[in-house]
């Protein structure tokens, strides 16, 4: 299995993982963030995609071992699920974030049955908000979601709350705050942005005020 550290290093050396911190990326919540997430690029490293699969299977194994349903989250969870539901013999659907406006009218895509025991699997939290969102769209069909998986996870106190309120526990592979670690002790970011990342991970909100005011 992949260390929490290792998968960090490795998303920011294809990539995956950007820092701006002078120049923050914007996210679709209207926060600014010091750093980007494109794990979609994960989909073209195939020994990469294959190692995460494999380290999402066996936590699967060890922690959630009653598992019969893998579900990916549209868009950029579904590759990683398929991968995940192959890994482990087991069934796949995956979950929009809203029902189809034509044909049948799904949200859901896949057989399952009321009763089985699902995992989520999304490629990254940040707010937390499409991850619960797709959960909870499982739940209104009678699956008893156990958990939610993610390769990576700002680790926000958003999130953290959010999974709270939804009585939901959620786990990713590898952290914000593992790549900080990775990035400071390979001197790949400077003191003053590493300050700055820090202080956005702590409290985003006022890092995207003070930065706009």
């Known amino acids: ?5 290792q998968l960090a290093k490795r998303l920011f050396e294809i990539e995956a993982l950007q820092f701006s911190p002078e120049d923050p990326f914007k996210w679709t919540s209207g926060i600014l963030s010091p750093v980007y997430c494109d794990n979609r690029l994960v989909m073209s490293d195939v020994r990469l995609r294959k190692e995460i699969a494999q380290s999402l299977a066996e936590k699967i194994r060890e922690d959630y071992p009653d598992t019969d349903l893998i579900a990916g989250c549209a868009t950029a969870g579904i590759p990683h699920a398929a991968w995940v539901a192959e890994c482990l013999g087991l069934p796949m659907v995956y979950v929009r974030d809203k029902a189809k406006g034509h044909g049948k009218g799904n949200q859901i895509e896949g057989s399952m049955e009321a009763g089985q025991n699902a995992i989520v699997i999304e490629d990254l939290i940040s707010t937390g908000k499409s991850s619960i969102a797709a959960a909870q769209a499982l739940q209104k069909e009678g699956i008893n979601v156990t958990g939610v998986l993610a390769l990576f996870s700002y680790e926000l106190q958003k999130a ?3 999974f709270r309120d939804a009585d939901l ?6 952290t914000f705050p593992y790549l900080l670690q990775v990035m400071k002790e390979e001197e790949k970011v400077a003191e003053e942005s590493y300050a700055r990342l820090r202080e956005w991970n702590q409290d985003p909100e006022a890092f995207s005020y003070n930065y706009q005011g």
């Open 160 to 162: 953290v709350e959010a």
């Open 169 to 174: 526990s959620y786990q990713s592979l590898t």
């Open 1 to 5: 299995m992949l260390s929490n550290k």
